[in-house]
C-alpha cells in the first residue's frame, strides 16, 4: 500500500476517533489498532500528534470549506443553503454509536492541545465558516426567505455556536432528536 493510502487512512482514523473522543482520548495505540499498523509506522508519517492534528486539520478545514462553498453558490433560497448548512452538522452527529462532533468543534473544545499553528487553523475555520453563513444570511435577506435586525455577521457568530455547542449538548442527552429541534429552533428565528 502507498504512502499517500497509508497517511489517508491514518487521517480518516484519527478524524473519526477525534470527533467521538476528542484529541486527548486518542492516542497512537488507537489508531494502530484502528488501522492495523504498528505505532511505528504512524510516527513514520506523522512524527508528532501535533503534526498529525495539523495535516488532519488542514485536510478538514479545506474539505469542509469546498461543500460549504458548493452550498453558498448554489441557486437555492439562503433558508435553503442554511439549512443545508445545518444539515451538514446533524449528518456528523447522526454517524457513529454515540455520534460525532465537527472535528473543529472537538478541536475547539481542547484548543490547549493545540501548537500555534493548529490554533491558527481553528481560527481560520471559524472565520471562513462565518463569512460563508453571512453569504447565506445576506442572500435569504435578498430573497425574502430569512429576516433579522441584527447584523448578518452577529447572526452568522450566533448560527455557528449554536451549532458547534448544540453538538455537544446533543451528544450528552436527547442525540440527534434533539439536535434537530435545535436546528429547527434556530431556522425559525430567522425566518420571517
Known sequence: MGTTD???RILDAAQCLIQSRGINGMSYQDLSES????????????????????????????????TVDAIVQSKITGKSKLKRYCAL????LATGE??????????????????????????Q?????????VAMIESGMADGSLATQKSPKAVAE???ATLEGGLMVAR?????QQ???IVNQLISLLTR
Open 6 to 8: 497509508t497517511k489517508t
Open 125 to 133: 475555520f471559524v472565520r471562513t465558516n462565518t463569512q460563508q453563513i
Open 158 to 160: 450566533l448560527v455557528l
Open 172 to 176: 450528552s442527552s436527547g442525540g440527534p
Open 35 to 66: 488501522v492495523g499498523i504498528r505505532k511505528a509506522s504512524i510516527h513514520h508519517h506523522f512524527p508528532s500528534k501535533l503534526d498529525m492534528l495539523n495535516a488532519l486539520l488542514q485536510r478538514y478545514q479545506h474539505e469542509f470549506a469546498d
Open 89 to 92: 452538522f446533524q449528518g456528523t
Open 179 to 181: 439536535f434537530d429541534s
Open 98 to 123: 454515540d455520534g460525532k462532533t465537527c472535528l473543529c468543534g472537538m478541536m475547539i473544545a481542547e484548543i490547549a492541545s493545540l501548537d500555534d499553528s493548529g490554533v491558527q487553523k481553528i481560527r
